[in-house]
């Protein structure tokens, strides 16, 4: 049920130049007591803020924090087909996702046209991810629309737009057959390194991200674009699955304390 | 059980100012790496001990500039702060960065790393308009006030800083954190090599300052353009490699870089304006010149102050300018104090002095000291602290005086600097290590271990063969018939080092730093104290030992192999032959066996048949196994160093080339084979991670030279295969000379790739090659007394019979990042012994000539060979001494050489041809050619230079081969003699120079010896310190941990 996303070309030779500015600069990423540049330990994750029901408007809505990458996401649907009519399919609803960045979403303002290419491939991967995790089944001849925009850009984008899409999904009401948790995770002097932050990733990192069904262990999504031994992938994929359940705690959490307020509004 | 805290950073990137919002999570608990510490606080590792009057925490300026000093092992309980370290990285790059982990790292020393910055209390954050400095000392001030609090008072903590402002803000607002500034006159007066160091670097740091602004050189560009540039392939990145003859450098480009494929692709760089100030061995960046301004590399022999003119250089091509330097590649440098004259610019109030070292790549480096009238003459230690672009020289300090320049010792001392080696004694702590066996407190075999291993004591006959006298016995063999004849059993059996030096043990890290022992001409500094090396792992004859053994199955008839097996035994060796000895025995000559003498004639010849049956065996053996390597190519090579590397014989003789007898080939072959097998055995039960040793297939154009040689000879070489390379210089035999084949073998070695260590996890598999042996792996198994690589492998051949067994081996294995790091270290001190080895001949060889008279002394003539032909000389092989040098034929008045009726040879003036295989001078008394491989006569003389080694000079004076009065002698003895010789001369001198200084402090016998004090000094405690880059955390962790146990 899983998809695997592999890029095998170039993207060692596009990560060349982080690395080599990595080395200059003379970041260490781990340094020998451990301590990563935010001084997190290998395995922590960043902090994790997020709420539910942002916007009345849609059918979903979320806000998640991940450090300092910010999130926004929003669900409309199930509603009939729009657009052309071809993409309907008759036994199950169609997801459609769509991938942004604020023009202000990073150290330096810079405008970002819908459409390029990496974040067509990023709505890609996610659609992906939520086709694995959505029972679409339910839905025939529908459509599911999941946008999400990133505010504050701090590297693991991916993760956090999964996580934040996630809750969105869950506050609009759709079944899904488990939470879905991202979480990226970086191979640094042999060991994995937890939910990498911008000057991790840009410090010549190989990195994985991962999507993951918690509760059965099973993988939505993986992708990776660097070299990396092949030794080393069982531990790498292990760390983040670890990362990944860290994550759905959290979320988890986030659900049920929702659910709590939303119930002492309606008084029920 | 994470708190996090979001702070602002304000960060320049890319040229460009931006804000850059970076998260900083702070935590309650850091560890404090103190015993003292009542919060259980996680202190794995190094701890600081309680029992100290106060701990230091250096402020930033202090780690910057004076690491040097907080390296002293005197000084206890540091604790270096994280902003410190980060402060380092950022000033002082990489190298001192490494330096400083590596101090921190280090179990000797007492100091500990606390990460202040992410610690919830003692973290402050930087506040608007402060200034950097004053935040940092803030910081490491507030980290000391924690550090006073965490351990509830119970230690004073003293801060040390330069800056005079921090005493006066902080040094009273809190009780037990001390703030100064002359903390060594304060608490070290007596610590008297730190306080001259700290007094030389603080004049270079006051000099820095007064430099003039006049430009000298262009700036480097900075690093972000530098990157851009390399990436857009505008500039060139490489190493920087300075000719040792010419004033000239190139740059050996790395693989990626360059776009061009060919190898020898290289970019020169003239004169010091373009060199901008980057030194041998740095990685620079280079820019190309226009192709107008391309010029070709000089080829003639040059005196020096030759000009370069257009005819002596060869085809342009491409030069470049250095634009920046990526990484400085400094190390300590030997230089020599000038004379004292009215030229050096003293007049100022500071002494500064321009030395000169002794390698001559390296430029002039100035240096201020007081001491400049004591010092002349002398050779020092000095390192580069900076070269800033308005100065026309180099910067530095002194740190150690190794003695008066032309002196034995001095000059060996001077030869182990420079090639980066580092002896010390022996520690306490490591010898305590050790086992011990004296007469009183015997050694004896532990029956735990007698028990896991085989014994191979009664049912097998072990013997040893080496050159005679021989201490370390690291090999022994044996053969014998098994299955009723049908079946043959070969056993190599090696000693059984790594059962006593455990790894991680301070045994182990000092071999691992020697990485093989040190063979000068006069002395050899062991890698493994003697206890190990001369006694309990050697296998001595008549006593049990531990061993590691290979054993092969062998058909008896085909001597196909059946069956191999690994594992470790108790042997106990039955005879130490020596290699006559044994050949004698083989020729059937009468030989005395020292072991037999005592027992009764029957006894005797039983055993003494037994032992030939042996011998025998094992002969046929190996010529088996030799006719079976020599199918796949293998070469047999000429030249001291390069034999040293492909047999296995023993290094010792390298000075003394063996009499060629078939057995040194029949163990050598046992060697290889068990060698090989071993290589088989681990790169197969770990194929990423096992050491092997490669040969890698030698460059074709290299060999241009032997093919053109033996061309003008009448012999052709084919170069193509190593097969086709053996079988050609097989071939090509002069039965008028036998020396001409000796020398179309050195070129071959000259033209060789060095034999390499690597990881298996590194290269692909077809890359595993030896190329000499024409073997498809290999390793060094056979000598772990006197090589570390040996070690490892029989600590990865253990393991792997772990794993064979099923059983978990304990430890595991390094990667292959570590090993491979490992092997590159093994790599480069090997060639650094080679290097000092080459160097202390060629130290004697002068000091040899130095007390003769050229123009009366017999010894100073000799016969020469002629080996290559160059535009203005021949360079010639005097295979009596074993010299190489060039001789000119043409002088700096233009004169050439012109040869007599009798040969005898003479300065006229004339003019010089230049052929491929020959060069020829024409004056008025007629024509006189030379051509390869000419005998003709030399003149040996020293040519003595006081700041730099001395080298021979050589004078031809007849074209006729030298032919002297008394028969040869034969070319060893010569060569011992000559050695022996200068330490006697050397021992002399010594003694007379002593009765004459009588007044003087007597000397200790270490201090005699070596040149160094009993003490452990100042630069021997820096350059541990530097040299356990090889240590990873995890052992150093461990070391910690057992020394604290003690």
Known sequence: ?268 | CLQTEKILHLKSHRGRKVRVVREHYLRERVPCYSSLCQADCENDGKVLPGDLTHYVVPDVGVVVDFLEILEFRELQGVVFTQTACQAVQHCKGRRQYNRLRNLIKDPRHDCVLFANEFQEYSYCPREKGESQEKWQTRCVYSAAVWYHNHLAGMKDVVMITEDQDAVAEYSSLNAGVYVISDFLQNFWPELQPAHELYSSISQALQEKESESSQKEYTEHLPAEILEAGIKSGRYIKGTLNINKHHDEASIMTEGLSNKNNDPSWAVLVCGNKNRNRAVHGDTVVVELLPKSEWRGKVTALSEGEEKSGEDNESKPMPTGRVVGILQRNWRDYVVTFPPRDGTQSQSRNSQRILAVPWDRRIPKIRISTQQADALQDHRVVVRIDSWESTSLYPNGHSVRVLGRAGEMETEVQTILIENCIHVPPFSDAQLREMPVNSPEKPWRMDPVQVAERRDLRETHLVFSIDPRGCEDVDDTLSVRSIAGGKLLELGVHIADVTHFVAEGSLTDLEARIRSTTYYLADRRYDMLPAVLSADLCSLLGGVDRYAMSVMWELDAQTLAVNKVWYGRTVIRSSYQLHYELAQALLNGEPAEVPELARLEPEEKDAKLAELNQALETLTHVARHLRAQRDRGGALELEGVEVRAQLDEQRNITALVPRQPLEVHETVAECMIYANHWVARKIQETFPHQALLRRHPPPRQEFFNQLVESAKAMGFTIDTRTNKALADSLDRAVDPQDPLVNKMLRMMATTAMSQALYFSTGLESQDQFYHYGLALDRYTHFTSPIRRYADIVVHRLLTAAIAVERGADSGRAIASNKELEELAQHINSKNRAAQRAQKLSTVLFQCLYFKERDPQTDPQCVADAIVYSIRNNGLLVYIPEYGVKGPVYLKNREGQVVAAGEDGSCEWQSGSLRHYSDRISTTSSCGTSTFRLCDHITVRISVRSTSSHADSLNLEIISNKPHRSAEPQQPHSQGRSQLVQEVVRQAEEAQQQAQEKAARRPKLSREEREFSQSKTPNLYSLLEEVRELALMDLDTAARVCVTSASY
């Open chain 1, 1 to 268: 049920m899983g998809n695997v996303v592999q890029r095998r070309t170039r993207g060692a030779l596009r990560r060349c130049p982080f690395e080599v500015c990595g080395n200059m600069a003379g970041l260490e990423l781990l340094s020998d007591q451990g301590y990563r540049l935010d001084g997190r330990k290998a395995t922590e994750l960043r902090k994790v803020q997020a709420r539910m029901g942002v916007f009345a408007q849609a059918d979903g809505s979320a806000y998640l924090e991940q450090g300092n990458t910010k999130a926004l996401a929003v669900v409309y649907g199930p509603h009939e087909m729009r657009g052309s009519r071809s993409r309907t399919r008759h036994d199950q609803a169609v997801i459609n996702c769509q991938y942004s960045m604020a023009t202000f979403s990073t150290a330096e303002r810079k405008r970002r046209p819908h459409g390029d290419r990496k974040s067509t491939e990023m709505s890609l991967h996610l659609k992906q991810t939520f086709e694995a995790a959505v029972m679409t089944q339910l839905y025939p001849r529908s459509q599911i629309d999941i946008y999400v925009k990133i505010l504050q850009s701090d590297g693991g984008n991916y993760s956090v737009c999964v996580n934040a899409a996630t809750l969105a999904v869950i506050d609009a009401g759709i079944p899904m057959r488990d939470y879905v948790c991202a979480c990226t995770v970086g191979f640094v002097d042999e060991t994995p390194l937890a939910d990498l932050c911008y000057a991790e990733e840009s410090g010549g990192v190989s990195s994985l991200a991962l999507a993951l069904l918690p509760r059965g262990g099973q993988i939505a999504l993986l992708q990776m674009d660097a070299r990396l031994h092949q030794d080393h992938l069982e531990a790498l994929i292990e760390a983040a699955m670890t990362a990944c359940k860290g994550v759905s705690k959290v979320l988890d959490e986030v659900v049920r304390q929702h659910l709590q307020e939303v119930s002492v509004l309606t008084g029920e």
